[in-house]
């Protein structure tokens, strides 16, 4: 009689003990889905304060004529559509929902970016400029009546933000059919009405699209000769026997075969190279064999790397800083011509520091940019240019760069090593017009130098 | 009867201690008899260290294991009961994963861009090899550069739904070696994936859309788009 009442009740403990335990589990979720759910809903009404506000800053950029107030409504364009997009960026749906949407947000701040800097240099707003202007300005119009006409749905429907945190997590990556999902995808297709914006800027479309300069006019190359490139390429280690196969096509942004080179050397390793289709040019490589302990010095590597562009034929290269990680270290080369030091043709090349191995190339900058320049003369001295410096600083240095400017624009300019108490700042002052162009700060780590 | 209650309790007991558990697996995973692995491994070195194991560090929690732990925890106040849970590994002195970057001198860094790139990698590709790793890397900084996709990195990692890593915290494991390497050079600048935005795994169920975008190339088990 005892042992069963005596089971019974341990039964019974167990089973509220459960049952507390699941309410408990229970409430916690609901708490921390409406948790997120609020998230979501400050998200979404930040963003469409902050596309309302766009709409009406950017109609009075139009009609603005003093350039200070100009000034003034394009940088608050910049800063509102960063808003946005960081808004939007946290709402829970894909590229495939409002790509586009996030794509416009970016452009128009950052075309606002370009029309400041236009501003600031003292050129005026043109026709042409005003267009793409009107064009944003209906283009955000257009975006402003979603989401005014979702703030309806919103107000009306209580669990609008419930369903997408119910989404996110079922995690169903079905095609979307549900209210919120929808309403998104149809925002975002009123926004792949309009065209590509194309300006210069970082954002801009013609990045997609442009030609990398190293390789043009060139003729195409087949797989046996990329192998072959390959072959010729890589840092051979004597007494090694190398095999190079195509693996494989890249249809990246630079077209390539893809080549993998194996060594009869037994550790295993494999160096993947791209070649590039048109040209025959390496792109970048990769040799991933595990590395041993250091035995060169950061110095000995740098004069391995130079010798190895070197002996491939990328001319007179200078080398600009390096970065350590672990037992291997990368150097960004620049080219130079004519004594002026080129920074947008960039190679980088990772040098192993057990033995001095070559274990990694990367040249795309290089082959976007690089091409016999027709530089500008300079139109002020050195001292004159050393005169715009910021006179706190202690100053030397003063070569001859060339710097990029925006996307497409380059300038030369000279750069000063500035140390004022404990940093050191980079000071690049225009060598046609004598401006100051830029400042970069010089930031010490373990493992190099880093440039801000 | 009375065996059948204590059976169904000591189940019950098990089943919370495991749901426990499995929150700090995230971290640093709960070992007991059975267990095995660098986790183990890494608990024998410091016994060893310490004087509680005498036997071969080899990654298996056997009985020796088992004999150190105790004793170890009967020395510093814990419970004696041979699992190493998180009292445990905070006593031992290995609650941080093993890799931890160093931390530079200057105030601006990109230190953590860098760790935080690091525990993505190791998230979405652990099994892949470095150069499926510095990919998956520099699919995330072509994101930043792309106009519709968020500006900075911890923008594109926590976009919501983007990497399934971060959403089911996979991505809070110890990172390793070659997850930091990779990292550091997607940084430097190496991108195999000739600018791609979009990555995944075929053999696994992926939102169909992701099909129609520009297939650039194929690196161990993931294909990469634009």
């Known amino acids: 009689m005892k042992k069963w009442i005596f089971a019974a009740v341990i039964g019974a403990l167990a089973l509220a003990a459960l049952g507390t335990w699941g309410y408990g589990q229970y409430t916690a979720n609901r708490k921390l889905e409406n948790y997120l759910s609020n998230k979501y809903q400050r998200a979404f009404y930040d963003l469409a304060g902050q596309v309302q506000s766009l709409e009406v800053l950017l109609s009075k950029s139009m009609v603005a004529s003093d350039p200070r107030l100009d000034s003034a409504l394009l940088m608050e364009i910049r800063q509102q559509a960063a808003f946005a997009q960081s808004n939007l960026g946290q709402l829970p749906i894909n590229d495939a929902l409002a790509g586009r949407t996030a794509k416009f947000l970016t452009q128009v701040g950052d075309y606002a970016d370009s029309l400041v800097r236009l501003v600031s240099r003292g050129e005026a707003i043109d026709a042409k400029h005003w267009d793409t202007l009107n064009s944003l300005y209906e283009q955000s119009a257009a975006l402003n009546r979603e989401l005014q006409g979702m703030q309806e749905s919103v107000a009306q429907n209580n669990f609008y933000f419930s369903e997408m945190v119910r989404q996110v997590r079922s995690k169903l990556q079905k095609t979307p059919d549900n209210l919120a999902r929808t309403d998104f995808q149809a925002m975002d297709k009123q926004m792949q009405r309009y065209p590509a914006l194309i300006y210069d800027g970082p954002f801009s479309e013609h990045l997609e699209r442009a030609e990398p300069k190293d390789l043009s006019g060139q003729g195409e190359i087949d797989a046996p000769e990329a192998e072959r490139r390959a072959f010729v390429f890589i840092d051979r280690q004597d007494g090694a026997g190398y095999q190079a196969r195509v693996t494989g096509e890249a249809n990246g942004r630079i077209p390539a075969h893809r080549v993998e080179v194996t060594s009869d050397r037994g550790d295993g390793a494999v160096t993947v190279l791209d070649v590039s289709r048109q040209g025959g040019k390496v792109i970048w490589m990769m040799n991933s064999r595990p590395l041993g302990e250091q035995k060169l010095s950061i110095e000995e590597a740098r004069q391995k790397a130079a010798r190895f562009l070197a002996d491939r034929g990328f001319g007179e290269m200078r080398s600009t800083y390096f970065l350590r990680h672990g037992n291997s270290v990368t150097f960004n080369f620049a080219a130079v011509q004519d004594g002026v030091t080129i920074y947008p043709d960039l190679v980088k090349v990772t040098v192993a520091l057990d033995n001095g191995e070559i274990i990694g190339v990367e040249t795309s900058g290089y082959l976007m940019n690089h091409r016999r320049r027709d530089l500008p003369k300079a139109g002020v001295t050195r001292e004159q240019a050393l005169a715009a410096v910021n006179p706190r600083l202690k100053v030397s240095g003063g070569n001859l760069v060339l710097i990029p400017d925006g996307v497409s624009e380059e300038k030369l300019a000279y750069e000063f090593h500035g140390k004022l108490g404990e940093d050191s700042y980079l000071i690049y002052i225009n060598a046609v017009n004598g401006r100051e162009e830029n400042v970069l700060k010089l930031i010490e780590t373990p493992g190099g130098t880093l440039t801000m | ?226």
């Open chain 2, 1 to 226: 009867m009375i065996v059948i209650c204590l059976v169904c309790l000591l189940a019950l007991i098990a089943v919370l201690a495991a749901l426990q558990g499995r929150q700090a697996a995230a971290q640093n995973p709960v070992l007991y008899w059975g267990s095995a692995g660098d986790d183990v491994y890494r608990v024998q070195q410091r016994l060893s260290q310490w004087g509680y194991y005498t036997g071969y560090a080899d990654g298996v929690y056997g009985y020796e294991t088992f004999r150190a732990v105790s004793s170890f925890q009967r020395s510093n106040g814990l419970l004696a009961d041979g699992v190493v849970g998180p009292a445990t590994w905070a006593a031992l002195g290995l609650s941080a994963p093993a890799d931890v970057p160093a931390v530079s001198r200057g105030a601006a860094t990109d230190r953590g861009d860098i760790t935080l790139l690091a525990r993505v990698i190791e998230g979405e590709a652990a099994d892949e090899p470095l150069l499926g790793k510095v990919a998956v890397g520099a699919v995330i900084l072509n994101r930043t550069k792309s106009a519709s996709f968020p500006r900075t990195i911890s923008g594109v990692i926590f976009q919501p739904e983007a990497f399934e890593s971060i959403s089911n915290g996979q991505a809070y494991r110890p990172v390793s070696q070659e997850s930091l390497q990779a990292a550091q050079m997607a940084m430097s600048g190496y991108d195999p994936t000739g600018g791609s935005l979009f990555f995944w795994n075929p053999a696994k169920e992926v939102n169909p859309w992701v099909w129609s975008r520009n297939v650039v190339t194929q690196i161990g088990n993931h294909v990469f788009a634009r």
